[in-house]
């Protein structure tokens, strides 16, 4: 069950997001669920466009986003076939006909 849900603040989500990108580099898949989640809050509570009282303005590109959740898609797929124990043939039984 994800640490993550509709009432974390952006705080905890942003952490979340932090605390879990090296889940490749430490190789975990658990790492990476959490990181999709991470993202997919972010998606929902970031806005797309903010602006300040001086004028600055900061845009989000909801595609980066949806670029890191690929990745991570992409990573627990590899993890797994590679965590897949291998197939093995054996010529135990076989008899000639």
Aim: charged share 25%; aromatic share 6%.
């Amino acid at each position: 069950m994800s640490a993550l849900n509709s009432a974390s603040s952006l705080v905890d989500i942003q952490a979340s997001y932090a605390d879990n990108a090296s889940y490749a580099e430490d190789g975990s898949p658990a790492k990476a669920r959490a990181f999709i989640t991470a993202c997919r809050l972010l998606l929902l509570k970031l806005p797309k466009r903010a602006s300040s009282g001086g004028g600055g303005e900061v845009e989000l590109d909801p595609r980066l986003i949806a670029e890191e959740i690929a990745d991570a898609k992409r990573y627990l797929t590899e993890s797994n076939i590679r965590s897949a124990p291998p197939k093995c043939f054996s010529i135990e039984d076989f008899r000639d006909s």
